[in-house]
């Protein structure tokens, strides 16, 4: 299994600021992902980071908007950039430890809860 | 690509009933299948996965799915549910370096 630890579990932010979500995992893994889950919605995934390359961003996301940083096989950050109340959501940090791109040992963190103002 | 649909949104039940839940997939690659649910105020917690072999997958807490590649279908089941199953099911299929969620479909277990 993965212990997955994601900084902050929840803030509160002002239209046009930025925020960075930090996720730690407690072994090294090559692929991570990075999700919204908006209120009362299923998850959508914005990015795949793994280390090593650029993140790959999934239709209707940008890098400009969710700057994404993988730094090595435990950590990885996701910016919200010049948010505004429509970023309020849940972002989860997920790690996929077989690394073989099927999510059979998929764990997700536990969520850092951001609200827009 | 892949994509998965929950026919349902929402399912009322009640408690000792039986209940299934619907998914289906499409994908240009093999695929695996997975059910997490999403208790209120919790996070994601895997119920069951298909990754090959028998068709039919038991999971945690009496629920199984039954994986049919004609019909492109995944769908969850549990014989009689508990008022403790009141959550958000998610559909998930993984293939192609990543894995995709259905919109979700809450089940809603009444007395």
């Known amino acids: 299994s993965a212990v997955i630890s994601q900084k902050p579990s929840r803030d509160i932010c002002q239209r046009g600021t930025s925020l960075t979500i930090q996720c730690q995992v407690d072994s090294q893994v090559t692929m991570m992902f990075w999700y919204r889950q908006q209120p009362g919605q299923s998850l959508t995934l914005i990015a795949t980071?793994?280390?090593?390359?650029?993140?790959?961003?999934e239709s209707g996301f940008v890098i400009d908007k969710f700057p994404i940083s993988r730094p090595n096989l435990t950590f990885s950050t996701l910016t919200v950039s010049n948010m505004s109340p429509e970023d309020s959501s849940i972002y989860l940090c997920?790690?996929?430890?077989?690394?073989?791109?099927?999510?059979?040992?998929?764990?997700f963190g536990s969520g850092t809860q951001l609200s827009v103002l | 690509a892949q994509s998965v649909t929950q026919l349902d949104s929402q399912v009322p039940v009640f408690e000792e009933a039986p209940v299934e839940l619907r998914c289906n997939y499409s994908s240009s690659v093999s695929v695996y299948l997975f059910w997490y649910v999403q208790y209120p105020n919790q996070g994601l917690q895997l119920l069951l996965k298909y990754l090959s072999g028998s068709t039919l997958v038991k999971g945690i807490n009496g629920f199984e799915a039954e994986f049919n590649k004609s019909q492109t279908s995944f769908h969850l089941r549990k014989p009689s549910v508990h008022i403790s199953d009141t959550a958000e099911y998610f559909c998930?299929?993984?293939?192609?370096?990543?894995?995709?969620f259905g919109a979700g479909t809450r089940l809603f277990v009444k007395a």
């Open positions: 980071a793994n280390q090593g390359s650029e993140a790959t961003y």
């Open positions: 997920s790690v996929d430890i077989e690394g073989g791109g099927f999510g059979e040992k998929l764990f």
């Open positions: 998930a299929v993984s293939g192609g370096f990543k894995t995709i």
